[in-house]
């Protein structure tokens, strides 16, 4: 599916862009308001994160312009917190919002949950993924290994899911933590070693020694199918 993100600001398109890649999305920007309605006249845009504060063409005249000629689902995203510009947002045609600073991870949720209610049959795949041994279900946000049902937290499973991905791919731990936490996130790479040695603890058999998330030595962490 092809998604068009729109922002003025390069560091935010990028990361998005790449977090959106890595769940198999393509992925096409544009970084004012008047290239954002050329471009999302190309009916094959399945979905529009729109920023509201943008150059030449505000973000909600442009959601409005798009409106009529387009029932393109479209996110919102705005650094004002104000109910107003939820309720404008809405009005003027958009599906959603997300308030900046965001979780790149609740943007993908919230994308899944909109492309599975504009078009269900083309997500029924996305509701589990089995990888070996490992099994999880989307919907009820479970995790099983080996039939043995395991509790994780909300970091852990978007930890797992990535990896269950991409399998073989090396993440560093700097890039982990942009994936999962966001760019803008205070913490340090710490945190990785931490949810990693959790997750470990979790869904292995002897977490001194994984078989499912190994770590390159001096590089960072990935994913092992057997």
């Known amino acids: 599916m092809k998604i068009l993100v729109v922002d003025d600001e390069k560091i935010i398109v990028k990361g998005l862009k790449y977090n959106?890649?890595?769940?198999?999305?393509?992925?096409?920007?544009?970084?004012?308001?008047?290239?954002?309605?050329?471009?999302?006249?190309?009916?094959?845009?399945?979905?529009?994160?729109?920023?509201?504060?943008?150059?030449?063409?505000?973000?909600?005249?442009?959601?409005?312009?798009?409106?009529?000629?387009?029932?393109?689902?479209?996110?919102?995203?705005?650094?004002?917190?104000?109910d107003i510009d939820k309720i404008l947002g809405l009005e003027y045609g958009a599906d959603d919002y997300i308030t900046k600073p965001f979780n790149v991870r609740e943007v993908t949720s919230r994308i899944k949950a909109i492309l599975r209610r504009v078009n269900p049959s083309s997500s029924k795949s996305r509701d589990v993924l089995v990888s070996g041994d490992i099994k999880l279900d989307y919907n009820l946000r479970r995790v099983t290994?080996?039939?043995?049902?395991?509790?994780?937290?909300?970091?852990?499973?978007?930890?797992?899911?990535?990896?269950?991905?991409?399998?073989?791919?090396?993440y560093t731990r700097e890039g982990l933590l942009d994936i999962a936490w966001g760019v803008?996130?205070?913490?340090?790479?710490?945190?990785?070693?931490?949810?990693?040695?959790?997750?470990?603890?979790?869904?292995?058999?002897?977490?001194?020694?994984?078989?499912?998330?190994?770590?390159?030595?001096?590089?960072?962490?990935?994913?092992?199918?057997?």
């Open 20 to 82: 959106l890649e890595q769940e198999g999305y393509q992925v096409v920007t544009a970084y004012d308001g008047e290239e954002a309605v050329k471009m999302a006249q190309d009916a094959s845009i399945d979905l529009i994160l729109l920023d509201v504060m943008l150059p030449k063409t505000d973000g909600l005249t442009a959601c409005r312009t798009i409106r009529t000629f387009s029932d393109v689902p479209i996110i919102m995203l705005t650094a004002r917190s104000e």
């Open 145 to 170: 290994v080996k039939d043995r049902i395991i509790e994780l937290t909300g970091k852990e499973f978007d930890l797992l899911d990535l990896f269950l991905k991409n399998p073989g791919k090396v």
């Open 184 to 226: 803008e996130y205070p913490g340090d790479e710490r945190t990785v070693d931490v949810h990693i040695r959790r997750l470990r603890e979790k869904i292995e058999e002897n977490p001194a020694e994984p078989s499912y998330i190994k770590t390159k030595w001096g590089v960072g962490y990935y994913y092992k199918k057997d």
